[in-house]
């Protein structure tokens, strides 16, 4: 897709800078700021080549942008209600919410086949209640939430997908004594805590997830991780830090030892354990012991306080950073491989064999001060974010020659490449995401937006093409070609199985059954169907709300004043709201998306009688 210039847009720059003067130095500014406009710029009715989903951190949310506009386009609810779309308010989206108000969402994983992106699905982890969520990118709607997963505390090394999506991997940031629930004193913590690391099952045809299998783990705090693709596929890699099995204040008492460790998990090995009957029950799930069952888990020793493990696109080299060092530990598949078969070991970790690390390793690249993440392009490079440093890295696979660095702003966490955590990357463009944005924007108080840079990786030298900012927090994203996805702009009334769903006004009725009143609605421009609800006071009130709308955009809400309730329905879709009427009185019910010239003449009451 190519983006198209508006020339009276480019003039305008190019204007703006002549009017700093004639001086023989800017003349190379001008063209730096000419050729970055043109990159980014998307003119009116053109659209973006990529899409990017943001996670939203403790706001619990999911956030879609365009590449290379940066234009926010729109906000998927995920673990937080929210209002604007009605989510956590229907019947629907309030149970698979099961009752909590936040999520700390951190690292969306699209769906792959054969180790690239499909299109189908998103999965992000909730780091705070322990869940995985899946969003279908056929309406961008959460569809399910998985979860709390059995002893697995802080779902953080998570949700990065394998090659054809067979699993998610999952895992505990904190450990803790298992079953859940279980109360061990903290001074017991090195013997008595555990951690887990899961892989989370999901259906090839249908994305629905199940608990596939479950390692016990040392009580380490497990960070990141990611699956292997190619010769690696049926591995699974996370890192962890803490191996001192250290309490109390981790930022002195924890990275004493030189190295921690990245967990590598033969999965296919997992499930055999599961199927000969290999495991122990622990808080209703299947967990395999290593101390029982050889060959499923390995520890690799890396470089201390590791942050990010990536696999590269070939599937031969798993590199892991270490955010107390300067370096990122470049490790062999193939090598590794070879040591597990000769047992060239240093040690176990609770069972868990601990190998050789010269062994194993095929280079230390020499990136520069704080590694956390590393991103590839399809030239066969990989970048890796500095957060000391507030620096990406560009770095050559193979000769392992860092070939340029460029500033960011500031403290940089992950970034992401456009395909970048494929077998075949896009390359082109690449999103630094910062913890601080320093000032670069118009002052909003203390509490700062989070800033994203886009980076052109095109040429030979990185170049900054612009600023961006997002709403708290964006721990990591994911990039996709724009045309591998095919969104659909209304739900078609052939594919709304719902059972109380009506669609010819005619049908439109209130049923009362003792105490509980069934509302059979529709709305379409412009009013409500019935538009008078009458009740008693104390009634349990349901309300099959259905927008028979077959239009692009027209989307009906339907707030009702004072009983906390907002809810919107696409075009073909249904909803189900439920509300006990303990207030009596008259309360107006109105659309809360605008939808027609009489938008405001949509509305109705509901009657409550003493």
């Given at each position: 897709?190519?983006?198209?210039?508006?020339?009276?847009?480019?003039f305008?720059?190019?204007?703006?800078?002549?009017?700093?003067?004639?001086?023989?130095?800017?003349?190379?500014?001008r063209?730096?700021?000419?050729?970055?406009?043109?990159?980014?710029?998307?003119?009116?009715?053109?659209?973006?080549?990529?899409?990017?989903?943001?996670?939203?951190?403790?706001?619990?949310?999911?956030?879609?942008?365009?590449?290379?506009?940066?234009?926010?386009?729109?906000?998927?609810?995920?673990?937080?209600?929210?209002?604007?779309?009605?989510?956590?308010?229907?019947?629907e989206?309030?149970?698979?919410?099961?009752?909590?108000?936040?999520?700390?969402?951190?690292?969306?994983?699209?769906?792959?086949?054969?180790?690239?992106?499909?299109?189908?699905?998103?999965?992000?982890?909730?780091?705070?209640?322990?869940?995985?969520?899946?969003?279908?990118?056929?309406?961008?709607?959460?569809?399910?939430?998985?979860?709390?997963?059995?002893?697995?505390?802080?779902?953080?090394?998570?949700?990065?997908?394998?090659?054809?999506?067979e699993?998610?991997?999952?895992?505990s940031?904190?450990?803790?004594?298992?079953?859940?629930?279980?109360?061990?004193?903290?001074?017991?913590?090195?013997?008595k805590?555990?951690?887990?690391?899961?892989?989370?099952?999901?259906?090839?045809?249908?994305?629905?997830?199940?608990?596939?299998?479950?390692?016990?783990?040392?009580?380490?705090?497990?960070?990141?991780?990611?699956?292997?693709?190619?010769p690696?596929?049926?591995?699974?890699?996370?890192?962890?830090?803490?191996?001192?099995?250290?309490?109390?204040?981790?930022?002195?008492?924890?990275?004493?030892?030189?190295?921690?460790?990245?967990?590598?998990?033969?999965?296919?090995?997992?499930?055999?354990?599961?199927?000969?009957?290999?495991?122990?029950?622990?808080?209703?799930?299947k967990?395999?012991?290593?101390?029982?069952?050889?060959?499923?888990?390995?520890?690799?020793?890396?470089?201390?306080?590791?942050?990010?493990?990536?696999?590269?696109?070939?599937?031969?080299?798993?590199?892991?950073?270490?955010?107390?060092?300067?370096?990122?530990?470049v490790?062999?598949?193939?090598?590794?491989?070879?040591?597990?078969?000769?047992?060239?070991?240093?040690?176990?970790?609770?069972?868990?064999?601990?190998?050789?690390?010269?062994?194993?390793?095929?280079?230390?690249?020499?990136?520069?001060?704080?590694?956390?993440?590393?991103?590839?392009?399809?030239?066969?490079?990989?970048?890796?974010?500095?957060?000391?440093?507030?620096a990406?890295?560009?770095?050559?696979?193979?000769?392992?020659?860092?070939?340029d660095?460029?500033?960011?702003?500031?403290?940089?966490?992950?970034?992401?490449?456009?395909?970048?955590?494929?077998?075949?990357?896009?390359?082109?463009?690449?999103?630094?995401?910062?913890?601080?944005?320093?000032?670069?924007?118009?002052?909003?108080?203390?509490?700062?937006?989070?800033?994203?840079?886009?980076?052109?990786?095109?040429?030979?030298?990185m170049?900054?093409?612009?600023?961006?900012?997002?709403?708290?927090?964006?721990?990591?994203?994911?990039?996709?070609?724009?045309?591998?996805?095919?969104?659909i702009?209304?739900?078609?009334?052939?594919?709304?199985?719902n059972?109380?769903?009506?669609?010819?006004?005619?049908?439109?009725?209130?049923?009362?059954?003792?105490?509980?009143?069934?509302?059979?609605?529709?709305?379409?421009?412009?009013?409500?169907?019935?538009?008078?609800?009458?009740?008693?006071k104390?009634?349990?009130?349901?309300?099959?709300?259905?927008?028979?709308?077959?239009?692009?955009?027209?989307?009906h809400?339907?707030?009702?004043?004072?009983?906390?309730?907002?809810?919107?329905?696409?075009?073909?879709?249904t909803?189900?709201?439920?509300?006990?009427?303990?207030?009596?009185?008259?309360?107006?019910?109105?659309?809360?998306?605008?939808?027609?010239?009489?938008?405001?003449?949509?509305?109705?009451?509901?009657?409550?009688?003493?």
């Amino acid at each position: 897709m190519t983006n198209k210039l508006a020339v009276p847009a480019v003039f305008a720059v190019i204007l703006a800078l002549a009017g700093c003067g004639g001086e023989r130095g800017r003349v190379g500014v001008r063209s730096d700021v000419q050729e970055a406009a043109q990159k980014v710029y998307v003119a009116p009715g053109d659209l973006d080549e990529f899409y990017v989903f943001k996670s939203g951190g403790h706001s619990g949310q999911v956030y879609i942008y365009g590449i290379p506009s940066m234009r926010h386009i729109a906000t998927i609810p995920v673990f937080t209600p929210y209002p604007a779309t009605g989510y956590g308010f229907d019947k629907e989206s309030k149970e698979m919410l099961g009752g909590f108000v936040w999520g700390d969402a951190h690292h969306p994983s699209l769906s792959e086949t054969d180790g690239d992106y499909d299109g189908r699905w998103l999965f992000i982890s909730d780091n705070a209640n322990n869940r995985m969520a899946r969003i279908d990118l056929r309406d961008f709607k959460t569809k399910e939430i998985l979860g709390p997963i059995p002893n697995v505390s802080g779902n953080h090394c998570s949700s990065f997908v394998t090659e054809n999506t067979e699993y998610v991997l999952a895992g505990s940031r904190f450990s803790i004594p298992l079953p859940r629930g279980t109360y061990e004193k903290i001074e017991d913590y090195a013997t008595k805590y555990k951690g887990v690391v899961a892989g989370i099952a999901v259906d090839a045809k249908s994305g629905k997830m199940s608990l596939g299998w479950e390692v016990l783990m040392p009580p380490f705090n497990y960070d990141l991780g990611d699956a292997g693709k190619g010769p690696s596929k049926e591995w699974g890699f996370w890192t962890c830090y803490n191996s001192e099995r250290a309490i109390g204040r981790l930022e002195e008492t924890a990275s004493q030892k030189d190295r921690d460790y990245v967990a590598a998990v033969n999965w296919r090995a997992a499930e055999k354990a599961l199927k000969d009957g290999k495991f122990k029950m622990i808080g209703g799930a299947k967990v395999i012991d290593p101390r029982d069952v050889s060959g499923v888990v390995y520890l690799i020793p890396a470089a201390k306080s590791p942050h990010g493990v990536d696999v590269s696109p070939d599937g031969k080299h798993i590199i892991a950073s270490g955010k107390l060092q300067g370096i990122t530990s470049v490790f062999n598949f193939e090598k590794m491989l070879m040591a597990i078969e000769k047992k060239d070991f240093t040690g176990n970790e609770d069972g868990i064999p601990v190998l050789n690390y010269d062994a194993v390793k095929d280079a230390e690249v020499g990136v520069g001060l704080g590694p956390l993440h590393t991103q590839f392009d399809d030239q066969g490079h990989a970048y890796t974010s500095l957060f000391v440093e507030s620096a990406v890295a560009k770095w050559k696979l193979g000769t392992w020659e860092v070939l340029d660095k460029i500033p960011v702003s500031y403290n940089i966490g992950h970034l992401a490449a456009a395909e970048g955590d494929t077998k075949h990357p896009a390359g082109r463009y690449l999103i630094a995401l910062n913890k601080l944005s320093h000032g670069r924007h118009l002052s909003v108080g203390p509490s700062q937006p989070e800033s994203s840079q886009l980076i052109d990786i095109s040429g030979e030298k990185m170049s900054l093409l612009l600023d961006a900012f997002t709403e708290p927090e964006p721990h990591y994203a994911q990039i996709i070609k724009a045309d591998k996805l095919k969104p659909i702009e209304v739900y078609p009334k052939e594919e709304n199985k719902n059972p109380k769903a009506i669609w010819d006004i005619k049908d439109a009725r209130i049923v009362r059954n003792g105490r509980n009143v069934e509302v059979y609605m529709i709305a379409v421009r412009s009013s409500f169907e019935p538009w008078k609800i009458e009740v008693n006071k104390g009634d349990r009130v349901t309300i099959y709300l259905t927008n028979i709308e077959q239009t692009t955009d027209e989307l009906h809400g339907f707030g009702l004043n004072e009983y906390n309730l907002n809810i919107v329905a696409d075009p073909g879709e249904t909803k189900t709201i439920e509300f006990v009427a303990d207030k009596q009185g008259v309360f107006p019910f109105y659309c809360t998306n605008f939808c027609s010239a009489l938008h405001q003449e949509m509305q109705g009451y509901l009657l409550v009688r003493p």
